[in-house]
């Protein structure tokens, strides 16, 4: 997905996209009893271009989790994971109204 055609990089909407959902991820498998969650609070700090074609990598970790609140972190990177293209922080609530995600049975190796 190129963000600007004239440059040839990859959408930084994309790369919100992912840490978004994968530090999520990350909050739900750390979890004893999966529950749906919703995005607080996600802050991206793109540190460089990503030029289209190039694969993409996307590492997140959940490093506190709390009564109602997770805390994760991520990042983006293509070559070198000690370079980075963007990095995230992010809390998200748990237990909000909903049932469980599908995904939630899937990462804990059950049917979605």
């Known amino acids: 997905m ?13 790369l919100m996209l992912l840490l978004d959902s994968l530090c999520g991820i990350a909050i739900i498998q750390k979890m004893t009893v999966p529950m749906p969650i919703a995005t607080l ?34 990042s983006i990177y293509t070559a070198d994971p000690e370079d980075p293209a ?12 909903g049932d469980p995600p599908p995904m939630a049975a899937m990462l804990r190796g059950g049917a979605a």
Do not use: Q
């Open 86 to 97: 963007a990095i995230a922080n992010g809390s998200f609530m748990l237990g909000t109204a």
């Open 2 to 14: 190129v963000g600007d055609t004239r440059w040839n990089v990859v959408h930084s909407g994309l």
């Open 41 to 74: 609070d996600l802050r991206v700090d793109y540190l460089r271009a990503v030029p289209a074609g190039e694969d993409l990598f996307v590492t997140a970790t959940c490093y506190k989790l709390g009564r109602n609140v997770g805390f994760a972190s991520g």
